[in-house]
């Protein structure tokens, strides 16, 4: 055991920061799915892979689902469009690294759907046969011979999956056969091997080697505040990594450190290095411990974990375990039991000794519990919020609450106290992907003092989902916890990004509220609440956050779960002057939809009236109402080529609707033509006037640009480059934000250009038209095309209106007469389209190239006939350019013979260069350089403290350079027939007009 450290030493550790946290954002890449699901990534979304130091891709990992025990690794190919096979080729893949995709191929068992279809009429009985090579070189032919009405349909799989080569028997053969072929799904098991698994009751102990750099294992459990692992060293010291209240760990008795929430049931994993004892969780939180204990060596270290561990080799070499003879289990082997990992029915709680007892986010959510929830809304003439008087503790705040929205702000959570001495307040709120937490106190003798702090996530907080929500007080920090999030309240500076302003104030003369999902925030009917409560907490404003809009359950107050239904029949008798419940915007039970939504689509009002109907917003999944389901968009493409349609018209009318526009989409793949000029795509009026327009620049980048002053001027408000090539259907969506005040400044849109998010200013005009701007092109599939282009209305919560999405490609196909079509234009890839960082965007899907044996596309450039004469022509350059300089230094050493000196070359110079010759009988030369203020010698520089030249004692002659700023000379030997002089280092004067150097000839 450590010594516990003393007082002074825990100073040290909090001004020093012992634990040196970094808490990184990005996923970083790994070498596979199953390391991304180990540690912790345990959603289905596209992760970036990466080989050593090889090229990253990012491809989709399918995790599996409560119980499942394998991971799939999707990669698309070049093969996913039909292609006639009249030549030898190589494919293209998602993943360039072909090493990366040989090592997966290798590990997973991994398989690929292919179809092989000859033309129509083929009945020569030979036929001619298709051969395809594998990343894995295994060769596998088909024959015409086996085909059912011309057409072959057959799985690849273990090493035949993965085609790189395409093989024709025929080549250029109008004969010749087509082939697709699926995307390859790689299946890994979590634990491939059996003996990795280790469920013990006292753990297990790995012993380290002298060449062992770091030790790495993963680990799931659902207990909190206990023992992770303990590092025994020289001397018999240990040291002790506990897990504490859900999101901590702490090393012995020094200050914890946030490491997220680990006891949620799900993998996560650990690297430990054993020469600095630095701990990694997760590639996210990463801090080194300063024990002090830098000269211990670490001997061993013992897992001991009440759940489940893998033990996993540094290098992951064929996913295989440690050395057995380094491995020691210290118990028997438990029975595997299940964990609390969004179960239905779970007991798992979270903060045990702050709360009695509040679910884990781990656990899953009852269907029959919404009907004993409540659902808060938006009425123009009603409040809407829960009120509870005189629940609140102000030396140990505690509360908590679960809520689902479908809108993208309201305000969770607002309380406030007033005593004799001192009065506070506190709130809790979300608008767009930040959720605010702030907390002031103020008393007779200081002004009012404020902290905060936020929570952020990707995509913000509206959707069918639940979210957790507690702030409370833990030792002498206030802190926000959501869900698997947590933060810690500091003090607010001029420097923050927080605004106290948003927060709500009340009229308490003594006692103490808290006021669930909003607060009394604007006029209402007289006569409908009592006058005193409405003195007490009327605030009336736009400029704060809204109600929230959307279900709460729950909910607690100084740690204890309050009864909603008993809490509200009290408040309608303290709050209303006649009691009745429709007096609120507030119903008991969750709004439930007719079918159940699918996708990301949210159940949620279709009004602002008191009793809304309930369906599934079909804009979430880019798709449209149909009697009360969600149907697709209407098949077919309309191509932006400007021969392929001349029933076209200028512009095309959008029909109006009483809502307020609430997003617009178009998804379209872009001409693959070069462009000399910005070419606009698509643009938006409002009564004749452009408000916005998509074009395409010359250097590839897809933009878009607000409000355009000059239909002739490109100005990108916001852009994003496409790579070269790149056939896929993207997308270009624009999504209104709700204000946070009434200001028109504060009026923006989100603009996404598939998952890259930009903030661009509100138009402020109603959409009334849109053009197409078709493309001149020889062959009509160069110049793109448009899939899908819609528009979402939302309701107003002042002025009316419904929700409602207008298939606007489908009534401009239907104004020309087109039918429905099966053709596809481009590649679709929804994941392309989910807004998220760089890394969760998947790669190209890849292309099909000309033949090189070792499947690499830059080899096939190498070798193509362009690149072989412009290597040509680039040698003869520099054949040429390098006997030019040969002639031309010949030249000037034949030129009269006379040497070059260096002051004729630097005459200007403030570099002097003299010669110098000391005789072995004098002292060594030190030089020094006085300083203004007295007369004593200091040195030349800091990084010369004396300098000695005894090394020149021999009788030679040097070069001496002195520069007149840092008094620093260089000595060189030089030649001894060449000119004498010696030269005296003087101290410099403070006349600036001093001489730097006196120099005296004499004879030798």
């Given amino acids: 055991m450590l010594p516990r450290p003393s007082g002074r030493l825990r100073t040290i550790a909090c001004l020093f920061a012992l634990f040196l946290a970094v808490i990184a954002e990005v996923v970083p890449a790994r070498r596979s799915c199953r390391r991304h699901f180990l540690a912790g990534q345990s959603k289905t979304q596209i992760l970036p892979l990466r080989l050593n130091d090889g090229v990253q891709s990012n491809v989709l990992c399918e995790m599996p689902h409560t119980g499942g025990t394998e991971i799939v690794t999707v990669i698309q190919s070049g093969l996913y469009q039909s292609y006639q096979v009249r030549e030898k080729k190589t494919v293209g893949f998602q993943i360039r690294d072909l090493d990366l995709l040989q090592d997966i191929l290798r590990r997973n068992n991994c398989r690929q759907n292919v179809t092989i279809i000859w033309p129509p009429g083929f ?11 594998s990343v894995l070189n295994t060769v596998t032919t088909f024959s015409f011979s086996d085909a059912i009405a011309n057409q072959i349909e057959t799985i690849l799989d273990g090493e035949a999956a993965g085609i790189l080569h395409v093989f024709p028997q025929e080549p250029n053969s109008e004969l010749a056969p087509t082939i697709q072929a699926s995307e390859i799904r790689c299946i890994q098991r979590i634990n491939p091997q059996p003996e990795c698994l280790i469920d013990s009751d006292r753990g297990v102990e790995i012993s380290f080697g002298a060449s062992d750099e770091y030790f790495e294992f993963t680990f799931r459990t659902d207990h909190t505040a206990q023992s992770l692992f303990e590092v025994y060293m020289t001397e018999n010291l240990v040291s002790h990594y506990r897990l504490e209240n859900d999101f901590f760990m702490r090393i012995d008795g020094y200050p914890r450190n946030y490491v997220g929430m680990l006891a949620d049931g799900r993998w996560h994993t650990v690297k430990f290095r054993i020469s ?22 670490v001997i061993r270290l013992v897992v001991k974990v009440d759940g489940q561990v893998i033990l996993t080799h540094p290098v992951d070499v064929a996913n295989e375990c440690m050395e057995s003879d380094r491995l020691h289990k ?11 990992w969004d179960q239905p029915i779970c007991t798992c709680k979270i903060l045990s000794s702050i709360f009695d007892p509040l679910p884990s986010p781990a656990c899953g959510h009852r269907e029959n519990e919404e009907q004993q929830a409540y659902h808060l809304l938006r009425v123009p003439d009603l409040l809407s919020f829960l009120y509870l008087p005189d629940v609140l503790s102000p030396l140990s705040i505690k509360t908590a609450m679960t809520f689902r929205s479908d809108a993208d702000s309201g305000l969770l959570m607002f309380g406030s106290w007033k005593e004799e001495e001192e009065w506070g307040r506190f709130q809790v709120h979300y608008h767009g992907e930040k959720m605010t937490a702030m907390y002031c106190t103020q008393s007779e003798t200081f002004d ?17 989902n639940w979210s957790r929500v507690a702030f409370y007080k833990d030792l002498d920090s206030y802190y926000l916890m959501v869900d698997r999030e947590l933060c810690e309240l500091k003090l607010l500076t001029e420097e923050n990004e927080f605004d106290t302003s948003e927060m709500y104030k009340t009229l308490l003369i003594r006692g103490s509220v808290l006021f669930i999902g909003g607060m009394f925030h604007k006029k209402v009917k007289p006569g409908i609440y009592k006058e005193d409560f409405r003195q007490k907490y009327f605030e009336n404003t736009r400029e704060k956050l809204p109600s929230l809009r959307g279900c709460v359950k729950d909910v607690f107050s100084n740690g204890h779960r309050v009864n909603l239904h008993e809490e509200f029949e009290r408040q309608m008798t303290k709050t209303l002057v006649a009691p009745q419940k429709r007096s609120f915007g507030v119903m008991r039970g969750c709004g439930v939809c007719a079918v159940r939504c699918k996708g990301d689509a949210r159940c949620r009002p279709m009004t602002s009236s008191r009793d809304p109907e309930f369906a599934c917003d079909c804009a979430d999944n880019y798709q449209y109402s149909n009697f009360g389901t969600c149907r697709k968009p209407r098949d077919g493409s309309l191509s932006l080529s400007a021969t392929s349609l001349n029933a076209y018209r200028s512009i095309y009318t959008v029909p109006r609707n009483s809502g307020v526009l609430q997003r617009i989409w178009l998804k379209l793949r872009l001409p693959s033509v070069e462009l000399k000029e910005n070419t606009p795509l698509v643009m938006f009026y409002s009564y004749g006037r452009i408000i916005f327009r ?28 496409i790579p070269k090539g790149d056939d896929r259907i993207h997308l270009v969506k624009l999504e209104r934000r709700t204000p946070l005040g009434t200001h028109p400044s504060r009026r923006f849109f989100n603009l996404y250009i598939d998952g890259s998010k930009f903030s661009v200013q509100d138009p402020g005009l109603p959409l009334t038209s849109v053009e197409f701007a078709l493309i001149n092109v020889l062959n009509d599939k160069e110049a793109g095309c448009v899939t899908d282009f819609g528009a979402a209305y939302e309701y107003d919560e002042h002025n009316g209106g ?4 207008i298939d606007l490609k489908g009534l401009m196909m239907q104004d020309l007469g087109l039918s429905d079509g099966n053709d596809t234009c481009g590649a679709v890839d929804p994941r392309l389209w989910i807004y998220g960082p760089p890394e969760s965007e998947p790669s190209v ?20 006939p362009q690149w ?6 680039l040698t003869c350059f520099l054949v040429l350019l390098i006997l030019l300089c040969l002639c031309l230094y010949c030249f000037l050493l034949k030129k009269g013979g006379k040497k070059i000196d260096d002051d004729d070359l630097y005459p200007d110079s403030k570099m002097s260069r003299h010669l110098i010759r000391r005789r072995s009988d004098e002292y060594p030369v030190i030089m020094r350089r006085p300083t203004l203020e007295s007369n004593r010698d200091s040195y030349i520089s800091d990084s010369l403290d004396n300098s000695d030249i005894r090394a020149y004692d021999d009788i030679r002659t040097h070069k001496v350079k002195i520069d007149r700023e840092s008094m620093i000379s260089f000595l060189d030997p030089v030649n001894e027939e060449s000119r004498l002089a010696q030269a005296r280092i003087v101290r410099r004067n403070v006349d600036e007009n001093a001489p730097l150097v006196h120099i005296h000839d004499f004879e030798h």
């Fill in 868 to 873: 072989m004469i412009y290597s040509v022509l």
């Fill in 123 to 133: 009945n020569n009985e030979k036929g001619i046969d298709l051969k395809v090579a």
């Fill in 694 to 721: 998509v074009f395409l620049d010359v250097y590839g980048s897809l933009n878009v640009q607000m409000n355009p002053e000059d239909p002739g001027v490109f100005t990108a408000s916001a852009g994003k480059q």
């Fill in 330 to 340: 210290l118990g028997q082997n438990l029975r595997s039991r299940e964990f609390c």
């Fill in 276 to 297: 600095t004892r630095a701990v990694e969780i997760d590639g996210r939180y990463k801090f080194q411990p300063n024990l002090g204990l830098d000269e211990m060596k």
């Fill in 448 to 464: 009012e003092k404020c902290s905060a702090c936020a929570v952020y996530r990707i995509g913000g907080f509206s959707s069918d």
């Fill in 845 to 864: 899907f890849g292309k099909i190239h000309d033949y090189t044996p070792n499947g690499r596309p830059e080899a096939a450039l190498l070798l193509s």
């Fill in 802 to 805: 419904m929700v409602q999405q």
